[in-house]
């Protein structure tokens, strides 16, 4: 084998912002040059306009956009009332965001187990942590399901269960904004559907924002006021305690421009996922999607024999190519949410995952070459 040159040793971006940048370069200029000459920074014509866009890419009647990925969860949370002595049963192999608001909105998060296939929701584990929340006086209101790494939950199961025991669903779709789960992209599914703008995400503006996506007019109508301190649309009244939870006008302006490229992005996306996949099935155990579900790859994550994927890591770091750890302890295991029940049968494949999982460099703009610099890195490493 050759030395590595230079060219080839050059650093790779986890998640390369910069070269969509390029890409789009004159157009996002133009279209936040729009907004600084109409300087309707708040609620301009362009949040309007982005909000049409979305809920006709999804397939929902509405969509809200808000301040974060965060807030789009908490609208929801805040707007059906959920509080103290209410339980929300979500994952612990997730970003804490998703228990967090569960948290600050005074109600209790619930640990629920995964998939080992997906990653995401076992509705078997669903129905265990209802059983666990009702003994210890919890009213069972939330499912609050991910769709990780950019693959939907099994949201016909989810509904079965939510219809069953009179739950709402919350969907956070913060990492799958356009995935789809039989046929449908996600923001059809369940109550309500949040999403996230930050940059790293698949759908990223440049800064921080988010959405809520759902065919329910009177909650539509809710979220609306409640980002904007609780005055309901068409009122002056101050109806409900909300929050500032705005989307910034210069930010559905960039949003704009970057879903008109979106579904080409998805597919680059899914050809990188393919390729990692073909090259390394024989060394790792490589993502599978569903059929019926397409992902959109927030991020490729491989699994390797527990102990092992530090070693690839730093070997990876040691020739330039990042690598990351989602997540390397679970949520109820961190010290701000030990305190909360978990399903009484335990998580154990969230345990299990939480020591295997790795993930590769993953962006519609990692070219093959590169590609093929990664695989052949891992593939030296995992020989050894
Ligand atoms: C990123 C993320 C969020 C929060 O989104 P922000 O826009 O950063 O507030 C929520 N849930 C999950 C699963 C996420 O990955």
Known sequence: MNKPTRLESKPIPFIDVGAQRRRLGPAIDEAIARVLAHCQFI????????????????GARHAISCSSGTDALSLVLMARGIGAGDAVFCPSFTFAATPEVVAHAGATPVFVDVEEATFNLDPASVECAITSAKKLGLKPKVILPVDLFGLSADHDSIAEIAESEGLFVLDDAAQAFGAIYKGRRLGA?????????????????????GAV????????????????????????????????????????????????????????????????????AAV?????????????????????????????????????????????????????????????????????????????????????????????????????
Not at 193 to 201: G, I, N, R, V
């Open 189 to 209: 599914f369940g109550g309500a559907t949040a999403t996230s703008f930050f940059p790293a995400k698949p759908l990223g503006c440049y800064g921080d924002g």
């Open 213 to 280: 996506m759902t065919d329910d007019d009177e909650l539509a109508d809710l979220i609306k006021g409640l980002r904007v301190h609780g005055q309901m649309p068409g009122q002056s009244e101050f109806s409900r305690i909300g929050m500032t939870g705005r989307l910034d006008t210069v930010q559905a302006a960039v949003l704009i421009e970057k879903l008109k490229i979106f579904p080409e992005e998805i597919e680059a996306r899914a050809r990188v996922a393919r390729r990692y996949n073909e090259a390394l």
């Open 284 to 384: 790792a155990i490589v993502p599978r999607v569903p059929e019926g579900y397409a992902s959109v790859w927030a991020q490729y994550t491989i699994r390797l024999a527990p102990g092992r994927r530090d070693g690839l890591g730093q070997a990876l770091k040691a020739e330039g190519i990042p690598t990351a750890v989602y997540y390397a302890k679970p949520l109820h295991r961190h010290e701000a949410y030990r305190r909360y029940p978990v399903a009484a049968d335990g998580l154990p494949v969230t345990e299990r995952l939480a020591e295997e999982v790795i993930s590769l460099p993953m962006h519609a703009y990692l070219d093959e070459p590169t590609q093929d610099r990664i695989v052949e890195a891992v593939k030296r490493a995992l020989a050894r």
């Open 43 to 58: 609620l301009g014509p362009e949040v309007g306009e982005l909000e049409a866009k979305l809920a006709q890419f999804c």
